[in-house]
């Protein structure tokens, strides 16, 4: 029997990773020199018309007995009933003046013991629609038989319809006028007859009516918003390490498009990651803000402004962001309308003006970094491993970013658990820099990585491996930037070994 070894030699991987990889595209933008910022826009709060005001699911039922204590008769296209009424709808501590209806229905379910056909009229003097006529919708009811009674249901839709709340005097709130005429059919062949026994039940329902604009009085109501958690995705693909900001500059924003005051006072606000938590150092904690109510010209809505600029200088957002979180946690409380109704049930929302309060983060990548790590999975395809028993990886880098690395090659079981670290024990160089801080040569480097026996099994078994680029800014350098077109380019080349037998 003969025995021996050949080498192979194999390409398995190559690519590159710019800033782009690095961070998400949706919070990169790139400036007219091409280098880079970092916009984030939190929504930390919304309070909108929904979670303010809203018309509740409210059943009117009304019963009409005859108004004669003897029987009647009743000519087709007669009236024998008419009977206006103010129905007060339950809005909570809301006193509303006005609505218009986005969606919605009134659900109507007749009964009548007249033995004839009636036609039933049901009116919202108050409620226009985009046209300018006012709701009015006919039900035909067909005659009873002696002894039963007839029945009809169905719904009308008041989408788009403006409804004045202030009643009939004109002075109140929460009222819909309504008016119903119950009359006999003009094509029944002959008068009805009709006593005081016969009855006519007539039950009316609003359901799932959402509104698009209010007015009125939203009342003096208090709001305690949180702990709430919001995730932070843009540093997702940096497992671990920090960086350290030149330059940061916050907008917390609050945004009033509801015509009421407010007080708002933020108790609290805590970036975090796995490890650590900041709480945010800066004046506006526990302090109250009194916000400005919203103005309406025609139907035209202009929100009130508040903005606090959060910066290095006075506060510690810089420490906050430099920790790579990935969710933020406030709390806060808000009091709506604390001087009462101030504006004499002039109050106002819209469906498109809520009031928000929102973080607007700029931050331009000027960084040093301090074992900043990104992985990058690898998926390897060594389709034949007969006689196979070593193999060392060769990476070959070209590095376009003025900072050093350092190669972490992690192995992978086939319940993607890690099994063993390969640490490359040379540095990747940091590319050269000009006078001005830019990059005017990348650095070219190789790598190699030996596996031993059992680390290549488990990459013969799962076929994949983790690259960890570990960055750091080398100690002579300040802050640096990061401009668009750095590249980090890899590939990695395998040099096999087989044992070959011939007997």
């Known amino acids: 029997m003969i025995r021996w070894s050949i080498e192979g030699i194999a390409p398995l991987a190559y690519g590159e990773l710019s800033i782009y990889d690095i961070l998400p595209d949706s919070v990169l933008i790139s400036e007219i020199d091409s280098s880079v910022s970092m916009n984030l826009d939190l929504n930390l709060f919304r309070l909108d018309l929904d979670s303010l005001v809203g018309i509740p699911d409210t059943s ?15 000519s087709p296209g007669q009236v024998f009933i ?20 986005k969606s919605g229905s009134i659900d109507y379910h007749l ?24 709701f009015s919708q006919l039900v035909y009811v067909s005659g009873a038989l002696p002894g039963t009674t007839a029945s009809a249901s169905g719904s009308f839709d ?10 009939s005097s004109g002075n109140s709130f929460n009222i819909i006028p309504t008016n119903v005429n119950i009359k006999v059919d003009p094509t029944n062949p002959t008068d009805v007859s009709a006593s005081s026994q016969d009855t006519v039940y007539v039950t009316n329902e609003l359901s799932n009516i959402k509104i698009d604009y209010a007015k009125g009085y939203f009342g003096n109501q208090s709001f305690n918003i ?38 708002i006072t933020m108790n609290s606000f805590t970036a975090s990651n796995s490890n650590t938590a900041i709480a945010l150092n800066h004046a506006i904690i526990g302090n109250n803000i009194n916000i400005n109510r919203a103005t309406e010209v025609g139907s035209a809505i202009f929100p009130y402004y508040y903005i606090n600029e959060l910066n290095n200088s006075n506060s510690n957002i810089d420490l906050m962001l ?3 979180p990935d969710s933020v946690e406030y709390g806060l409380a808000l009091e709506l309308n604390p001087l009462g109704n101030v504006s004499a049930h002039n109050d106002f929302i819209s469906s498109d003006a809520p009031m928000e309060l929102n973080m607007d983060i700029q931050l331009p990548l000027s960084i040093i970094a301090n074992n900043l790590t990104l992985a990058d999975t690898l998926n390897i395809d060594i389709s034949d491993t007969t006689g196979l028993h070593s193999v060392m990886l060769n990476i070959n880098l070209q590095n376009g970013f003025p900072l050093e690395a350092q190669l972490d090659l992690i192995l992978l079981d086939q319940n993607n658990m890690v099994v063993s670290h390969v640490l ?3 540095l990747v160089p940091s590319a050269s820099v000009n006078g001005n801080g830019v ?31 570990i960055f750091n800014t080398p100690t002579s350098s300040d802050h640096i930037n990061i401009y668009d077109y750095y590249k980090l380019k890899f590939n990695v080349v395998a040099n096999f070994e087989y044992g070959v037998e011939i007997e």
């Open 60 to 74: 009117l039922l009304d019963t009409f007995a005859l108004p004669f204590p003897f029987p009647i008769t009743a």
């Open 82 to 101: 008419n009977e206006p009424e103010e129905n007060t709808i339950n809005i909570g501590g809301a006193e509303l003046t006005y609505v218009k209806v």
């Open 111 to 134: 009964k009548s013991t007249i033995q004839g056909k009636i036609i039933y009229e049901y009116q919202i003097p108050f409620a226009i629609d985009a046209n300018g006529d006012s």
């Open 158 to 167: 008041l989408s788009g319809y403006s409804i004045n709340l202030s009643g």
């Open 226 to 263: 949180g702990p709430e958690k919001t995730n932070l995705t843009a540093f997702n693909k940096l497992i671990s390490g920090s960086l350290n900001i030149d330059q940061i500059d916050v907008d917390l924003e609050l945004i009033n498009g509801i015509g009421a005051e407010a007080s």
């Open 322 to 324: 430099e920790l790579l």
């Open 424 to 426: 490359s024990p040379a």
């Open 439 to 469: 990059v005017s040569d990348i650095s070219s480097s190789t790598h190699q990585l030996t596996l031993n026996q059992k680390d290549f099994n488990t990459l013969i078994q799962n076929k994949k491996i983790v690259l960890n680029i």
